[in-house]
T-cell receptor
Framework: KAGVTQTPRYLIKTRGQQVTLSCSPI?????VSWYQQTPGQGLQFLFE???????NKGNFPGRFSGRQFSNSRSEMNVSTLELGDSALYLC?????????????FGPGTRLTVT | GQQVMQIPQYQHVQEGEDFTTYCNSS?????IQWYKQRPGGHPVFLIQ?????EVKKQKRLTFQFGEAKKNSSLHITATQTTDVGTYFC????????????FGQGTRLTINP
């Protein structure tokens, strides 16, 4: 099976712009979670989607949003970018019914905000 | 908020020495997972522990889940250069939750 794919892999944006990141989960996986990874804060949970519904959300401002499509692909959007949004954004998929099981991470999108 | 604390933040060892990283939660965990992230890579799942007092082994790696399900440890015996990376624990705070709370990670470097 192909692994989790994320596009783009690298992105440079300026403050105030918005950005959309894409994640394609492993075939058959219906749960997609998004994480922000920074050297200072580690891995921070953004949100999780299952069957096109957001099931859980982390403590991030409303500028961070996401959605999931019927084919389980997911997108994450960040509006009005700030310098502090520079990070590696990882998505992870899992089979997940109830509790989250093993997470399969994608390679990430490295976002730099200047 | 709900936190999972992991120590140490960094560990440098000589090849062949043992290594241990510890995870502590302020609340009881439903289960805990461990991941390894190689430099420049993404986290890769190692194992999940569910039962109180559970111990699991993978070759030179030993994982433990505390009796109170609030702490966990990963011990590597006789480290090798391939063990280099950052090890993360991730806990599910609430049963049935679809959210993992990650520890800060322990970065392991090894002197060959």
């Amino acid at each position: 099976k192909a692994g989790v794919t994320q596009t783009p892999r690298y992105l440079i944006k300026t403050r105030g712009q918005q950005v959309t990141l894409s994640c394609s989960p492993i075939s058959g996986h219906r749960s997609v979670s998004w994480y922000q990874q920074t050297p200072g804060q580690g891995l921070q949970f953004l949100f999780e989607y299952f069957s096109e519904t957001q099931r859980n959300k982390g403590n991030f401002p409303g500028r961070f949003s996401g959605r999931q499509f019927s084919n389980s692909r997911s997108e994450m959007n960040v509006s009005t970018l700030e310098l502090g949004d520079s990070a590696l954004y990882l998505c992870a998929s899992s089979l997940a019914g109830g509790e989250l099981g093993e997470q399969y991470f994608g390679p990430g999108t490295r976002l730099t905000v200047t | 908020g709900q936190q999972v604390m992991q120590i140490p933040q960094y560990q440098h060892v000589q090849e062949g020495e043992d290594f241990t990283t510890y995870c502590n939660s302020s609340t009881t965990l439903s289960n805990i997972q461990w991941y390894k992230q190689r430099p420049g890579g993404h986290p890769v799942f190692l194992i999940q522990l569910v039962k109180s007092g559970e111990v699991k082994k993978q070759k030179r790696l030993t994982f433990q889940f505390g009796e109170a399900k609030k702490n966990s440890s990963l011990h590597i015996t006789a480290t090798q250069t391939t063990d280099v990376g950052t090890y993360f624990c991730a806990g599910q705070i609430i049963q049935g939750a679809q959210k993992l709370v990650f520890g800060q990670g322990t970065r392991l470097t090894i002197n060959p």
